[in-house]
């Protein structure tokens, strides 16, 4: 792309990418294939632990079947079969049932560096605007960002910036609102935990801690506090487990290249009943747990109340009063992109599914409603023409793109119309300099002398 300074005389980027996890690491790859160079990839954590890998993913495989690819863009040698079996050999790949949590991390960050994505640890996104003359409008259609580290304050200025912070980059990990619970209560503090905090599981040896949840992470943590020797007693509303992965039917090519095409009807339609039907627990986790005496699951009984006190975490049900030594919440993460501190300045602006839909069906599904409602290539939609410069790759693009931004399946998918898109959209913005350049070009192919006329001269 041709080059260009910033109001302040500072280069401008083509691409800025905040977040480098599995998302953010594959759309960088994607773009430098599309030829998007002029970029830079950032993440507020250290190396390796960028995403959940690292850090609060708490299972010990994947779900996914080792065979899946995704972060390689189709690119043989760049699979985790690859990858694998040049360490433990094709004997070690057979054996594999399902890939190891810490060695799809290793994975990820071999990729990253075979094919050239550099990131930018310690690096936070702070806010985004486009200061300008008009409504909306930034210095050359530009995003001025403003980045957080420890050298201190930097501002960037960009023409698109691909927010891929992760599975709460839409939002944030969901707390329940119970009536005697404040975050901010010291009580609370070491005692009430979200799946996504980072918790010292020794330190609950001999403890008893109620867990709120039937999905994947809230028998993660759970079994996680009983090899630490905890008594583990798991709530969850539902009478039964969920016992069909509903969003496996979707992991299919027509369904990951059409679903963005269908209309808005048959998108609401779809994930709607998949988020009602819920994902099961996978099943090893389950035996992980079920394999504890000190584990007990119970069914049909939802938290009323959660009210930390000094002796201790009490926990109302429909049952009585218990307490618990410490509760985790594996409730999972809440959609709510408007409320993300980065895109302060565009508070309200942003549309999203709750417009598109019947009231009456936003009433029904709130947090469908909360999804933000993108375009064709990711963009965000709103009332500020700057918020088409930005572009979602996580969990909230789910409604209007599928599960291209999350799951392994899609990825390939998702990253390489992202990365198409923004191509497309830099050249337009820019085809009156690609206009000039088509002109301007002088040197000749290299034809036999005989054949070649010189242009004629300029004035």
């Known amino acids: 792309m041709p080059s260009s300074s910033s109001p302040d005389g500072t280069p401008v980027l083509d691409v800025l990418v905040a977040g480098a996890g599995m998302c953010g690491q594959t759309a960088a790859q994607a773009l430098l294939r599309e030829g998007v160079a002029n970029l830079r990839v950032i993440d507020r954590a ?27 863009l189709g690119v043989p040698a760049l699979t985790l079969r690859a990858w694998y079996e040049a360490q433990h050999g094709e004997a070690g790949w057979s054996a594999l049932h399902k890939i190891g949590r810490l060695d799809w ?39 001025r960002v403003m980045l957080q580290s420890a050298s201190g304050r930097e501002t960037v200025w960009v023409r698109k910036l691909v927010l891929a912070l992760g599975r709460d980059g839409s939002g944030a990990p969901r707390w329940p609102d119970f009536p005697s ?31 709120l949840g039937a999905g994947a992470s809230a028998f993660d943590n759970a079994a996680c506090a009983l090899e630490a020797g905890a008594q583990v007693d798991l709530f969850a509303r539902r009478p039964f487990l969920p016992q069909v992965n509903k969003s496996k039917w979707t992991a299919f090519a027509g369904f990951f290249r059409g679903f963005e095409a269908l209309d808005d009807a048959r998108k609401w339609r779809i994930y709607t009943y998949i988020f009602d039907e819920q994902v099961p627990p996978p099943w090893e986790t389950v035996r992980r747990c079920d394999g ?3 584990f007990t699951l119970r069914l049909g009984t939802p938290w009323l109340d959660v009210q930390p006190r000094p002796d201790g975490v009490h926990v109302v049900t429909r049952e009585g009063s218990e307490r618990f030594d410490a509760v985790i919440f594996g409730t999972g993460f809440d959609v709510d992109l408007p409320d993300r501190p980065e895109l302060a300045r565009y508070q309200g602006q942003i549309e999203t599914w709750g417009r598109h839909v019947d009231p009456a069906e936003a009433a029904r599904h709130p947090e469908a409603a909360r999804f933000p409602y993108l375009g064709s290539g990711f963009e965000l939609r709103g009332t500020s023409e700057a918020l088409a410069r930005i572009h979602l790759f996580n969990w909230g693009s789910t409604l209007s793109h599928g599960a291209l931004a999350g799951d392994i399946p899609g990825l390939g998918v ?25 002109q301007d070009l002088e040197e000749p192919e290299l034809l036999p002398t005989r054949w070649y006329v010189p242009p004629p001269q300029r004035p």
């Open 46 to 72: 250290a190396r390796g632990e960028e995403g959940p890998w690292g850090t609060y993913a708490r299972m010990l495989t994947l779900r996914s079947p080792k065979h899946l690819t995704g972060p390689d």
């Open 105 to 143: 991390r290793d994975y990820l960050l071999w990729v990253r560096d075979t094919v050239g994505v550099t990131v930018e640890n310690g690096v936070t996104l702070a806010c985004v605007d486009d200061p300008g003359s008009g409504p909306g409008q930034a210095p050359g259609g530009l995003l």
């Open 181 to 211: 619970l404040r975050r901010a209560d010291p009580l609370a503090g070491g005692r009430v935990f979200h799946s996504a905090d980072a918790i010292d599981f020794a330190a609950l040896r001999g403890q008893r801690i109620g867990v």
């Open 292 to 294: 504890h005496e000190t």
């Open 414 to 438: 998702g990253a390489n119309r992202l990365a198409q898109a923004i191509a497309r959209d830099l050249f337009v913005a820019d085809a009156d300099l690609h206009w000039q350049r088509l």
